[in-house]
C-alpha cells in the first residue's frame, strides 16, 4: 500500500518533537515537508527546534519552510510547559541543516495545487496553532481540493482547557485561525483534549522508551522526564499527556481511537472564553457537522505504537 503524503505543521515543543521522531520512522508516512510555526516558542525557537529533530532523527532529508510568526489578529502567546528553548532545556547541536528559502503558506499553496491536479490528496498533520494553514486557505481557497484531511491537535470539550478555564492552548494562541480551518469544508480529525488527557506518558513508560530507543535514548529520556506535569489530582498519575503524538498515531492506528461527529464552533470575541471550542453533540444549531472528534482512546494501545516506533531508532545507529 502507498505510503500517505503528509504535512507535519507544528511549533516543537516537547510533544511534537515526539511525535516528529515517530513520524520518522513510520513507512507508512510520505513526510513531503515540515511547517513550523510561532507557538510554545516564537518563530526563530520552533524553527530552530524543528531542524535539530530532523538531525537528530536521522531526516535532514526533509524541508523545513519558516511559518508565521504571529497569529492572525491576537497578540502572540507561548507555550508554559516547554523550559526555556521549547525542548524541555535540552540543549541540541546547533542544527547544520538550513530552512527552506519557500515560507509555509507558499509551500502548502504549492504542494496543495500539485496534489488537487494529480488526485494523490495530502493530509494537513496539525500540531501547533492553525495559523499558516489559515493564511495559505485564505490567499488560495482552492487548495483545499488538494487536502485529503485535516488531522489536527487541539480543543478541548468536555475536558477543561489547558490554558484558561475554557481554552487549550493551540486554538487559544490563534482562535481566528482555527475558525477559518473548522469553516473550510474540509474533513477535520479533532484530537482535543478530551482525547489527549486519556494518554499519559507516566515514569514507569518513560524508563521503558529509554530502555529501548538506542542512539536517541537520552535526548528522548530528558524530554519525556521534562514534561511530567506532577499533577495527579488532574490526571489521575504522575506523568504529562501526549498531546500531539495522538495525531501520529491516528495515522498509523486509527482502530486504536472512537470518534463522534459534531459541529465544531470556536469562540474568538469573549475575553473570558476567547479560544474555546463548543461541539454540538446534539444538532442545536441546526448545521452540519465539520469534524470527527476522538472520544474514546486505546491508551496502552497508543503507548505500545509508540514504543515500537521510537524502538526502531536502536537499529539505526547514528544520525544520517
Not at 35 to 55: F, S
Not at 73 to 91: I, K, M, V, W, Y
Not at 154 to 171: I, L
Not at 295 to 311: E, F, W, Y
Request: proline residues 8%; charged residues 20%; hydrophobic residues 45%.
Amino acid at each position: 500500500m502507498p505510503a500517505t503524503p503528509i504535512i507535519i505543521d507544528c511549533d516543537p515543543g516537547i510533544d511534537d518533537a515526539i511525535a516528529l521522531l515517530t513520524a520518522f520512522v513510520s513507512p507508512e508516512l510520505d513526510i513531503l515537508g515540515i511547517t513550523p510555526v510561532a507557538g510554545n516558542q516564537p518563530l526563530p525557537g520552533t524553527l530552530r527546534n524543528a531542524l535539530q529533530i530532523c538531525e537528530l532523527g536521522g531526516r535532514s532529508d526533509i524541508p523545513v519552510h519558516p511559518g508565521c510568526d504571529r497569529p492572525l489578529l491576537r497578540a502572540p502567546l507561548h507555550g508554559q510547559f516547554h523550559g526555556r528553548n521549547g525542548l524541555g532545556n535540552t540543549e541540541l547541536p546547533p542544527p547544520a541543516k538550513s530552512a527552506e528559502e519557500t515560507g509555509a503558506a507558499q509551500f502548502l499553496i504549492d504542494t496543495l495545487t500539485h496534489a488537487a491536479g494529480t488526485g494523490r490528496r495530502v493530509t494537513l498533520c496539525c500540531l501547533a496553532p492553525l495559523t499558516n494553514i489559515a493564511v495559505a486557505l485564505r490567499i488560495r481557497p482552492a487548495i483545499a481540493a488538494g487536502i485529503a484531511r485535516i488531522v489536527m491537535m487541539g480543543g478541548a470539550y468536555r475536558e477543561p482547557g489547558n490554558r484558561t478555564m475554557t481554552s487549550e492552548f493551540n486554538v487559544l494562541a490563534d482562535p481566528h485561525a482555527a475558525h477559518i480551518v473548522f469553516s473550510s469544508g474540509i474533513p477535520i480529525v479533532a484530537l482535543a483534549l478530551d482525547a489527549t488527557h486519556q494518554v499519559i506518558l507516566r515514569p514507569e513508560h518513560v524508563a521503558d522508551f529509554v530502555a529501548t530507543s538506542g542512539r536517541i535514548s537520552e535526548v528522548l529520556g530528558a524530554l519525556m522526564a521534562f514534561w511530567d506535569r506532577n499533577q495527579p489530582e488532574r490526571y489521575g498519575s504522575r506523568g504529562g499527556p501526549l498531546h500531539d503524538p495522538l495525531v501520529i498515531a491516528w495515522l498509523l492506528a486509527p482502530e486504536l481511537f472512537e470518534t463522534r461527529r459534531a459541529r465544531v464552533f470556536v469562540e474568538t470575541a469573549s475575553e473570558l472564553c476567547m479560544g474555546q471550542t463548543i461541539a454540538d453533540w446534539y444538532n442545536k444549531s441546526g448545521l452540519e457537522p465539520n469534524a470527527d472528534i476522538v472520544t474514546r482512546v486505546d491508551a496502552p494501545g497508543v503507548i505500545g505504537l509508540l514504543r515500537d516506533r521510537l524502538s526502531r531508532y536502536a537499529a539505526r545507529g547514528t544520525a544520517a
